[in-house]
């Protein structure tokens, strides 16, 4: 589905000097898949989501998204293409406060192109279990529950690609078992993910654990669950 | 994308935050009031002023007024005033003129029995009716026999007919002019009151003839309207007649509408243009607080635009959508204040029997000027917005 080939990315600083975050990265995720990727702080991780994710694009290398290379495509291209085929889930959330949790699942439909969005958001919801919290702001909901709210409007467009950046990383232990047991039934319905994490104890329970270290992939390691 | 969505998520920003679309919305609100206030006083004013003078001096005619200019201190003046005559002689020789009526009036007291009120009363031909354009509401006026014979016959306004009759019917009644019995034949149409504040009701019209010689006892017309057959030829008309009457040694002056007019347009054009510009200065002012608000609100919303970004929103739709938000809310803040000067211009025409003041112009010109208002406001805004990169946004 996606097909890092020899990705570099380097990014120059306000001050002046210039960051290689990522070195000669190749790999390939394929539909169905459960990757996670794991490193310190620094390691290129929020750099290789924010490629995965279509928000930035490669210095060199050639990044294929079903089989195309994105170095081809506009930054329109590039919105469609999210908007349709990628969901994020942040650690923070990113909900839009003061807003009801079926607004903020509602919002990738706004810039979608289909004729109805009706229903989408309610339905997304109630995969979540959120079917009884539609109307409540984020101020009104757990962190577990938020974090389910973002979740439900990452799937709300039926995306092939699920990214969740430290998913669990603002939530206690309850909570992120919760959203996890949602990424697990998630990918045993066939969607693809690939998780953040610096969890030892998430990153066992994906098939695949990507390493990453100073830029480069240090190892792909299947796991054999 | 559909841009409906993002009207829908404009609106809702506007009641996320309220207290900023408050402030945002208060420049245009305060501008358009003021300007819907003057366009709509300024518009109404015109139409009374207009009537007003097209009643006094008509619209394409020329009024001689007897005596005036320093004539008045001569001691031959009584000898000088103009009279039915000098204008006969003048309009002979003028084929622009179409018609013309002369006029004289006193302020007296009219009784009926044992009601008495004071009066104006005002000696005119039978061609005033189309001159003045002004007829009777029941009865029938006077004829050009009754003028020639200096017939006792009286054209009654309502107001002074409601003082001696009550709620009798004048047709056909007594009245005393003076110590001078008329037959009342009609009720004039009802007019109201004038630009001086005099009650034009309070009026009684008789023939002219009759006026001199039964009750003012001079020869000498106080006025002359003279209808001419193409308005713009007043002023040569007017020369015309000043030709003539110099030749007789009159005291008079000459008015003509397009005189009257030119004045008044001046004043319109002064009123016109310096109300409008303390609206625009207070719509700039306006502009500007919705401007800084709006690149305020940017900045606080970064984490938002990224979000929108990295969930499909394409810069332009950023860019759109922050216009939209600040053309919205200036739009909606002008909407008010259209209801706002509506509000004060019917309170004001209340106050001066201005008649209606509701004008499409005014609300045209409101929604237009908040909406461009607030383009103008959000193009700075929404270019920043769009320009937000979604991983600096989202960090």
């Known amino acids: 589905m996606i097909e890092l080939q020899n990705i570099g990315k380097t990014y120059t600083r306000p001050t002046g000097e210039t960051v290689r975050a990522l070195d000669g990265v190749s790999l390939t995720i394929e539909r169905g898949e459960f990757v996670a990727v794991v490193g310190a702080s620094g390691s290129g991780k929020s750099t290789l989501m924010n490629l995965l994710g279509l928000l930035d694009r490669p210095t060199d290398g050639h990044l294929l998204f079903d089989d195309e290379d994105v170095a081809d495509r506009t930054v329109n291209d590039l919105a469609r293409l999210r908007n349709r085929k990628i969901g994020f889930v942040f650690q923070a959330f990113h909900l839009l406060p003061r807003t009801s949790a079926l607004e903020n699942v509602e919002l990738p439909l706004i810039y979608s192109e289909r004729e109805s969005i009706r229903g989408r958001g309610e339905a997304a919801l109630k995969a979540v279990n959120l079917g009884d919290r539609m109307n409540h702001t984020p101020a009104e909901l757990s962190g577990g529950q938020q974090q389910r709210v973002a979740i439900a409007r990452a799937l709300v467009n039926d995306p092939d690609l699920l990214l969740a950046d430290e998913p669990t990383g603002n939530l206690d232990a309850k909570a992120a078992l919760e959203v996890m047991s949602i990424f697990h039934s998630l990918h045993e319905s066939g969607r693809t993910i690939v998780l953040v994490t610096h969890d030892p104890a998430l990153a066992k329970e994906c098939g695949r654990v990507i390493r990453l270290e100073h830029g480069h992939v240090q190892s792909c390691i299947e796991e054999a669950s | ?395």
């Open chain 2, 1 to 395: 994308m559909k841009t409906s969505r993002l009207i829908a998520v404009a609106f809702r920003a506007m009641s996320r935050y309220k207290l900023r679309s408050a402030f945002m919305m208060l420049g245009s609100f305060l501008g358009i009031a003021a300007l819907t206030l003057v366009v709509s006083i300024g518009q109404a004013a015109q139409v009374k002023m207009l009537r007003t003078m097209r009643q006094i001096i008509g619209d394409s005619s020329v009024l001689v007024i007897g005596g005036g200019g320093l004539g008045n201190a001569s001691p031959r003046t009584d000898a000088n005033r103009i009279t039915i005559d000098d204008i006969d002689a003048a309009v002979k020789e003028i084929p622009e003129v179409e018609t013309w009526d002369p006029r004289q009036d006193l302020v007296t007291s009219a009784r009926r029995g044992d009601a008495s009120t004071t009066v104006r009363v005002i000696g005119q031909s039978e061609r005033s009716e189309k001159v003045w354009g002004r007829t009777v509401s029941r009865g029938e006026y006077f004829d050009a026999a009754a003028v020639n014979g200096s017939s006792r016959v009286a054209l009654i306004g309502e107001t002074a007919a409601r003082k001696l009759f009550g709620n009798d019917d004048p047709i056909d009644a007594e009245i005393r002019i003076g110590s001078v019995p008329f037959r009342v034949i009609g009720v004039l149409e009802p007019f109201g009151v004038d630009l001086h504040g005099m009650d034009r009701d309070n009026e009684i019209v008789v023939p002219i003839t009759t006026l001199m010689r039964r009750l003012t006892n001079v020869d000498s017309i106080a006025a002359a309207r003279i209808v001419i057959r193409d308005a713009e030829q007043s002023d040569n008309v007017a020369r015309e007649i000043r030709r003539v009457l110099r030749a007789r040694q009159r005291n008079f002056s000459i008015a003509t509408t397009l005189q009257a007019r030119r004045i008044f347009t001046k004043i319109r054009r002064i009123l016109m243009l310096y109300v409008p510009l303390a609206a625009a200065i207070i719509l700039l002012i306006g502009g500007a607080v919705s401007a800084t608000l709006m690149l305020a609100s940017v900045s606080e919303r970064v984490s938002e635009i990224g979000l929108r970004r990295a969930v499909g929103a394409r810069p332009q739709d950023i860019r759109l959508q922050f216009l939209i938000e600040t053309t919205v809310t200036t739009l909606c803040g002008g909407i008010g204040g259209i209801i706002l000067g509506y509000a004060g211009a019917r309170l004001v025409a209340t106050r001066f029997q201005l008649g209606g003041v509701f004008s499409w112009s005014a609300v045209l010109l409101g929604v237009a000027a908040s909406t461009i208002v607030g383009l103008i406001a959000g193009i700075m805004p929404a270019k920043r917005a769009a320009e937000l990169q979604p991983i600096d946004a989202l960090r």
